[in-house]
């Protein structure tokens, strides 16, 4: 049941994303199209809720709650993230409006980008396992919650991980190639503003 709901939260992300711009740039209702993309934390909630009332009835915690724990603090983290990115791409190519502006590539600006990444991930992985470490107490058998347990080493690993890659970009920064004006003003302008800050998901 659990990852049932897990993938139909998923699914009505991104129908609640489509509907949300189409109502707000295909059939000029800005605010009910930003209603409707309000509405997609909700289906956190509802999985959060579920997933508590299952432990609540007894089920023994596997590694559905502790996938459903890890969603959830992913969909918190990168979710807003995901809804901005997307809608300004909707309203460049559904409203005419300007062009979203690319990520930085080059030096430290993509450094920058990289490590605010990162943070995204830190708070995820946090939320993540806050969530299984109330599972772990609630259900107060060490036998019984090794495997919300083990999510929890899980999201730890994907901390450090990312972690790694987003150093090697303060380590070594890459540049663009030598000659290629177009890179290097490109390089400039990511240095100025930060494009992807400015993705609106699960």
Same mark, same amino acid.
């Given at each position: 049941?659990? =990852?049932?709901?897990?993938? #139909?939260?998923?699914?009505?992300?991104?129908?609640?994303?489509?509907?949300? $711009? %189409? $109502?707000?740039?295909?059939?000029?209702?800005?605010?009910?199209?930003?209603?409707? /993309? @309000?509405?997609?934390?909700?289906?956190?909630?509802? /999985?959060?809720? #579920?997933?508590?009332?299952?432990?609540?009835?007894?089920?023994?915690?596997?590694?559905?709650?502790?996938?459903?724990? =890890?969603?959830?603090?992913?969909?918190?983290?990168?979710?807003?993230?995901? #809804? +901005?990115? /997307?809608?300004?791409?909707? +309203?460049?190519? @559904?409203?005419? %409006?300007? &062009?979203?502006?690319?990520?930085?590539?080059? %030096?430290?600006?993509?450094? +920058?980008?990289? =490590?605010?990444?990162? @943070?995204?991930?830190?708070?995820?992985?946090?939320?993540?396992?806050?969530?299984?470490?109330?599972?772990?107490?609630?259900?107060?058998?060490?036998?019984?919650?090794?495997?919300?347990?083990?999510?929890?080493?899980?999201?730890?690993?994907? #901390? @450090?991980?990312?972690?790694?890659?987003?150093?090697?970009?303060?380590?070594? &920064?890459?540049? &663009?190639?030598?000659?290629?004006?177009?890179?290097?003003?490109?390089?400039?302008? %990511?240095?100025? =503003?930060? &494009?992807?800050?400015?993705?609106?998901? +699960?």
């Amino acid at each position: 049941m659990i =990852v049932t709901l897990i993938v #139909v939260c998923e699914v009505g992300f991104w129908v609640l994303l489509a509907a949300g $711009l %189409g $109502l707000r740039y295909l059939a000029k209702m800005p605010r009910t199209g930003a209603a409707v /993309l @309000l509405c997609e934390p909700l289906l956190e909630v509802v /999985l959060l809720v #579920v997933t508590v009332l299952d432990l609540r009835a007894g089920a023994d915690p596997d590694w559905k709650h502790g996938l459903a724990a =890890v969603y959830i603090g992913y969909t918190a983290a990168f979710g807003h993230y995901t #809804v +901005r990115w /997307l809608d300004g791409h909707a +309203r460049h190519r @559904l409203a005419g %409006g300007p &062009p979203p502006v690319k990520p930085p590539r080059f %030096g430290a600006a993509r450094a +920058r980008h990289e =490590v605010k990444l990162w @943070l995204r991930t830190v708070a995820g992985a946090g939320l993540a396992a806050a969530l299984l470490q109330i599972g772990v107490r609630y259900v107060d058998d060490p036998e019984r919650t090794a495997s919300l347990t083990s999510w929890q080493g899980f999201a730890g690993r994907a #901390v @450090l991980i990312h972690g790694l890659i987003a150093l090697s970009y303060v380590l070594w &920064p890459k540049k &663009p190639k030598g000659g290629d004006e177009a890179n290097v003003s490109e390089a400039v302008a %990511g240095a100025a =503003v930060h &494009p992807v800050e400015d993705r609106a998901g +699960r």
